[in-house]
Each structure stands twice: as structure tokens, then as C-alpha cells.
């Protein structure tokens, strides 16, 4: 009879069958790192595209002019408002996700939004076919009135 043979062969399968689990609770803790690392990049490239979403739209085309010159953080609804939101989706780089725009919570264009919304505000003064250098200087001074707004974008995937 060869009984120290069996303990030797149970106690190496016994030995096999922990490293077997070990192996693969590392690979699932490594699988779910992976996961979460792309996740993480993925709502940060969510997060820069309605950044820059919001910058462009408040301090491009979109923008009030005065003496045909660009004002930052201002939204014109006359132009705003003759266009698309397929041709702004173009303009500010997200013809791939869906997107939102709010003025003061007045929803200007949407569109259904996925599970994965990022969402960005800023102050703006609006105006309708440009601004003269009065307007701009009273708001600058505190009194805008119905001028100074919130402008909301909303992205997601």
C-alpha cells in the first residue's frame, strides 16, 4: 500500500485548488480595476466636452458683439435662436453625444439624454442683435437687469 503516496497527491490538489482561487480573485479584482479606470475616463472625456461645449457657445458665434467684437460669457438669442441644434452640436464638437441648452432653466434645445448626464452652468448676459457699450457697462456696474442669465449645457453619451 502506498497511503503516504495518497496524502502527498490529496495535499498537492488541496494546495493547486487555493492557488486556483487565488489566481482568480486576482484577475477579477484586476478585471474590475480595469472597468472602473475606463469608467473614470470616460465621464472625464463626458465632463471636458461640456466644458468646452460651454466656453465655446458663451465666447464664440453664439456670442454677443459689440463693435463687431466678440463678448466673453454672452449668449445673443437672435443668433441663437435661428439655428439648429444639429448645426450647434457641430459647432461645439458633439455631433456623437446628446445635448441640452437652458437659459434660466427655459429649456432652448434638448434632446433625451442618456444614463450618463454631465451637466455645466455659467453666468451670461444675453442680449438680442448685439450690445451697446452702455448696456455692457451697467451690467458691468450691477444693474443688468433681465440681461444677466444662467446658461446650462447638458452632455451625454
Known sequence: MHH????????FIIAMTIIIL????????????????????????????????????????????????NIAFSIDNTVLSSTSLTEIKEYLGLQKHKASIFIDNAELFSEE???????VEVDVLECNNGISFSELQNCLEGSCGTQKKVLNIRVSR
Do not use: V
Open 22 to 69: 487565488f489566481l482568480a480573485l486576482m484577475i477579477n479584482t484586476a478585471e474590475i480595476k480595469t472597468h472602473e479606470i475606463k469608467e473614470g475616463l470616460l465621464d472625464k472625456e463626458l465632463q471636458n466636452k461640456a466644458n468646452s461645449a460651454l466656453l465655446a457657445l458663451s465666447n464664440g458665434n453664439y456670442s454677443c458683439k459689440m463693435n463687431n467684437s
Open 113 to 119: 439624454m442618456g444614463e450618463e448626464i454631465f451637466s
Open 4 to 11: 503516504k503516496g495518497q496524502i502527498f497527491s490529496l495535499d
